[in-house]
Each structure stands twice: as structure tokens, then as C-alpha cells.
């Protein structure tokens, strides 16, 4: 099964290195050659796939009908298409008619492309909700005042500590988009140094405690490991307070009144984990493997009454901070939880040899 003319010419698209996908196909749609690429994405030997139907071999209506179009009008046509059984990876499709008959497909992978277009749009939507809802809270707030409506000065008080606390979340937002994208970017500089993780620790727990004291929650520092004097850990301080911070921040937001929240430590041969344990909420199964994404929240009604005395809650950035913080370090960051019974949160840098 040939094409009269083409095969030369398609041998020699097929030695041309690029990130196209090249297959030959008759006028009836049956392939007639398909380069190294198009078999392992069919998950067959280029010779099984030699004279297969594009739609068995490849199992794409949309790649099928942009072939059957550029067949039936006798032009260049492209699409798109979705393609590969286990893991579908998207292409642009382009499909070109032969003088002497058949088609010859190329198809670019633009898989990468798709997801960050789609991550720009998620994001988009997310910032839009997260500034819309403090926005007009203020407007409102501002509007009543500015109206002469609330003619009494406790309630006028009232409603002005209700802007400061919108525009305070407003700040926090706009703190933590930028620290994101330094850290994302890459430019941020990490200074390590070798740290006493029980140092670490404590300083935390210091830092968190009047927020926790407000919510009738405990916060304790655990022993160390018996072996660990000696240990240490090769970590910026400031990064690694911050992480720690926003692990134990949100421990104490998600825990039931007179719960407790406990932070340690642990070492191996070549790293210290930090651990942020809490009794609280905790988070389901489902939810675990997304939660160090941007804004992403498990579910809005977890937090406690209560969370905009904190200044409006979180916009769902503290974590992915976190993941980056450790990635910079060479480390991870990770949570073991289960639904009803709490979460603990972790953190690995390196240890200092």
C-alpha cells in the first residue's frame, strides 16, 4: 500500500529532527507510514500500525474528522486533538492533501501550552474572587458611612474597623502574590546556615502563641529526637520561620477550641523534618495531593468562626509558599491527614554535615 510520489518525500520530513508527530495516510484513511513517535504514542510497532485505520490505531474522532475534511474539500485543514490511552496528551493537527492522493499528518504537541494557558485562567478567576470579596465589602462599608445613614459613633467605629480589617487581608494578599512569584521565579536567595532545630522550634511557637491564646488553643514544642544534640539543619531562617508559620497558622485556624497544636522535629542521615501536628478538622484523602497548590481550599466552611479577626482569612497561598520554600532548600514538604482526626503538616531541609 503506497502513495504514488509521497513516500521519498515523507522520509525525508521523517529525518528532519523536530517535535512533530508525522503520519502518511491513503485515501482511505489507512496508514501508510507513521514515524517513532506516532507508533509509542499508538502504543504499537510502526509495522502494526502500517496499513491500520487512523481511528483504530490512534482511537481520535477529532483527529479522524480533521483527515476526512482535508480529504473530502481537498485543503490543508487543522484541529486539535487529544491523544494517547494512558495519559492523553493534546496536538494541533495539521493535515495536508498529496498531489497523487492521501494526507500527510503533523501533529505538534502543545500539551504544556494548553496547561498554562489553563493554569493563567485559573489563576485569573481565583485573584479576581479573592480581591472582589474584600473590594466590595469596603465599598459598601465606605458607601454607608459616606451616606450619613449610621448616625451613631460606635457603629460608625464599628464599621471602620471592618474596612481596616479588609484592607489589612488586602495587604496580605498582595504580600503573599509577591513573595510567591519571587520565590517561583527563582530569584530569591536563600542564606543558609546551620540551625538548631530546637531553636527553630521554639521561635515558632512564640510567634504563634498570642494568635493561638485568642482561640483557646495549645501550642506546644515537642522533644527532640534522644540522639538529636548535635543535629542541625542547613536552612535560610527566614524561609524556614515563614513556612513554619503559615504550617502552624493554619493548625491553629482549622482546631477545635481547646485543642492543641504541637511542633517537633526528626533527622535522618541527610535531612530534618519539621512537623506542625494538630487535632483538628483535618482533610480528606481526595483533597491531600492539591491542598500546596495556589489557591486552592479544601472547603471554605473548615474555617472556624471567627477567621476574619485574622484579618479576612487566607487566599489559599500559604502552602504553595511552603512547597517552593522547601523546593529552593532541595527539600519537600508534605502532609499526613485524616478527615475529622486532624493533620500533620512537614517540612524536609537538608542537614548540615
Given at each position: 500500500?503506497?502513495?504514488?510520489?509521497?513516500?521519498?518525500?515523507?522520509?525525508?520530513?521523517?529525518?528532519?529532527?523536530?517535535?512533530?508527530?508525522?503520519?502518511?495516510?491513503?485515501?482511505?484513511?489507512?496508514?501508510?507510514?507513521?514515524?517513532?513517535?506516532?507508533?509509542?504514542?499508538?502504543?504499537?510497532?510502526?509495522?502494526?500500525?502500517?496499513?491500520?485505520?487512523?481511528?483504530?490505531?490512534?482511537?481520535?474522532?477529532?483527529?479522524?474528522?480533521?483527515?476526512?475534511?482535508?480529504?473530502?474539500?481537498?485543503?490543508?485543514?487543522?484541529?486539535?486533538?487529544?491523544?494517547?490511552?494512558?495519559?492523553?496528551?493534546?496536538?494541533?493537527?495539521?493535515?495536508?492533501?498529496?498531489?497523487?492522493?492521501?494526507?500527510?499528518?503533523?501533529?505538534?504537541?502543545?500539551?504544556?501550552?494548553?496547561?498554562?494557558?489553563?493554569?493563567?485562567?485559573?489563576?485569573?478567576?481565583?485573584?479576581?474572587?479573592?480581591l472582589r470579596t474584600p473590594l466590595t465589602s469596603v465599598k459598601l462599608l465606605a458607601e454607608t458611612i459616606a451616606s450619613g445613614?449610621?448616625?451613631?459613633?460606635?457603629?460608625?467605629?464599628?464599621?471602620?474597623?471592618?474596612?481596616?480589617?479588609?484592607?489589612?487581608?488586602?495587604?496580605?494578599?498582595?504580600?503573599?502574590?509577591?513573595?510567591?512569584?519571587?520565590?517561583?521565579?527563582?530569584?530569591?536567595?536563600?542564606?543558609?546556615?546551620?540551625?538548631?532545630?530546637?531553636?527553630?522550634?521554639?521561635?515558632?511557637?512564640?510567634r504563634i502563641r498570642a494568635v493561638a491564646d485568642r482561640r483557646e488553643i495549645d501550642v506546644t514544642a515537642l522533644p527532640g529526637?534522644?540522639?538529636?544534640?548535635?543535629?542541625?539543619?542547613?536552612?535560610?531562617?527566614?524561609?524556614?520561620?515563614?513556612?513554619?508559620?503559615?504550617?502552624?497558622?493554619?493548625?491553629?485556624?482549622?482546631?477545635?477550641?481547646?485543642?492543641?497544636?504541637?511542633?517537633?522535629?526528626?533527622?535522618?542521615?541527610?535531612?530534618?523534618?519539621?512537623?506542625?501536628?494538630?487535632?483538628?478538622?483535618?482533610?480528606?484523602?481526595?483533597?491531600?495531593?492539591?491542598?500546596?497548590?495556589?489557591?486552592?481550599?479544601?472547603?471554605?466552611?473548615?474555617?472556624?468562626?471567627?477567621?476574619?479577626?485574622?484579618?479576612?482569612?487566607?487566599?489559599?497561598?500559604?502552602?504553595?509558599?511552603?512547597?517552593?520554600?522547601?523546593?529552593?532548600?532541595?527539600?519537600?514538604?508534605?502532609?499526613?491527614?485524616?478527615?475529622?482526626?486532624?493533620?500533620?503538616?512537614?517540612?524536609?531541609v537538608p542537614k548540615a554535615t
Amino acid at each position: 500500500m503506497t502513495v504514488p510520489g509521497s513516500a521519498d518525500a515523507f522520509e525525508a520530513l521523517l529525518a528532519r529532527r523536530g517535535p512533530d508527530l508525522l503520519v502518511l495516510v491513503d485515501d482511505a484513511l489507512r496508514i501508510v507510514r507513521a514515524g517513532r513517535e506516532a507508533a509509542l504514542l499508538a502504543e504499537r510497532p510502526e509495522e502494526r500500525l502500517i496499513g491500520m485505520s487512523l481511528i483504530a490505531a490512534f482511537g481520535s474522532a477529532p483527529l479522524d474528522a480533521v483527515a476526512w475534511r482535508a480529504l473530502s474539500s481537498g485543503a490543508a485543514q487543522d484541529g486539535e486533538a487529544e491523544l494517547g490511552p494512558r495519559a492523553p496528551r493534546t496536538f494541533t493537527v495539521d493535515a495536508v492533501p498529496l498531489p497523487r492522493g492521501g494526507l500527510v499528518l503533523a501533529l505538534h504537541d502543545v500539551t504544556a501550552v494548553r496547561r498554562g494557558e489553563r493554569v493563567r485562567r485559573d489563576f485569573v478567576a481565583n485573584i479576581s474572587h479573592e480581591l472582589r470579596t474584600p473590594l466590595t465589602s469596603v465599598k459598601l462599608l465606605a458607601e454607608t458611612i459616606a451616606s450619613g445613614s449610621v448616625d451613631d459613633a460606635a457603629t460608625t467605629r464599628e464599621f471602620a474597623m471592618q474596612i481596616e480589617r479588609e484592607v489589612d487581608h488586602l495587604a496580605q494578599l498582595v504580600d503573599e502574590l509577591l513573595d510567591l512569584s519571587t520565590i517561583e521565579s527563582g530569584d530569591t536567595q536563600l542564606t543558609t546556615e546551620p540551625l538548631d532545630p530546637e531553636a527553630v522550634i521554639t521561635t515558632c511557637v512564640e510567634r504563634i502563641r498570642a494568635v493561638a491564646d485568642r482561640r483557646e488553643i495549645d501550642v506546644t514544642a515537642l522533644p527532640g529526637p534522644p540522639d538529636g544534640a548535635g543535629v542541625r539543619a542547613l536552612a535560610d531562617p527566614g524561609r524556614l520561620g515563614q513556612a513554619l508559620l503559615n504550617f502552624a497558622h493554619n493548625a491553629v485556624k482549622f482546631s477545635h477550641p481547646g485543642g492543641s497544636v504541637r511542633l517537633g522535629w526528626i533527622a535522618d542521615d541527610r535531612h530534618v523534618r519539621f512537623t506542625v501536628a494538630d487535632d483538628g478538622v483535618g482533610i480528606a484523602p481526595a483533597h491531600q495531593g492539591r491542598i500546596f497548590e495556589r489557591f486552592y481550599k479544601v472547603d471554605r466552611s473548615r474555617a472556624r468562626a471567627g477567621d476574619e479577626d485574622e484579618g479576612g482569612g487566607s487566599a489559599g497561598l500559604g502552602l504553595a509558599i511552603v512547597r517552593h520554600i522547601a523546593e529552593a532548600h532541595g527539600g519537600r514538604a508534605g502532609v499526613v491527614s485524616q478527615a475529622a482526626a486532624g493533620s500533620t503538616f512537614w517540612i524536609e531541609v537538608p542537614k548540615a554535615t
